[in-house]
């Protein structure tokens, strides 16, 4: 059984390696849709996730801080990530913006395309 499933798990591996997920932390959900609207616009993002009410305990100039923010989950290939870091670091009202791209290993084959696809390949 274990052999039927195991090459499902690595099914679009050939894919994956051009696909980004990008977290950014946004002050609150309006900041967060405006922003993720025009990342999704200006094709640097395939699709916008917004995860409300995370909250955020940080260090920040010397004393931890609390804050309740929206997590964007933006999804982009590679090659279209220095435009997106870009454009976010210039719309985003945080002076040191969270923007952390993590590399995708694996997924469904369809969905990387359409990824690469609607951020102009």
Not at 37 to 60: D, G, H, K, P, Y
Not at 104 to 109: C, L, M, S
Request: glycine share 8%; charged share 25%.
């Amino acid at each position: 059984m274990i052999a039927l499933h195991f090459p499902c798990f690595f099914w679009g591996m050939e894919h994956a390696d051009d696909v980004l997920v990008v977290l950014c932390a946004f002050p609150d959900g309006e900041t967060a849709r405006q922003i993720g609207t025009l990342m999704v616009e200006r094709q640097l993002a395939a699709c916008v996730n917004l995860v409300a009410n995370v909250e955020s305990i940080f260090r920040w100039k010397g004393k931890v801080e609390r804050a309740e923010e929206v997590i964007a989950w933006i999804k982009t290939t590679r090659g279209r990530y220095p435009e997106l870091e870009e454009a976010l670091r210039a719309a985003h009202p945080y002076e040191v913006p969270e923007i952390i791209a993590l590399p995708v290993t694996a997924g469904f084959a369809g969905y990387l395309e359409w990824v690469k696809d609607a951020v102009g390949g």
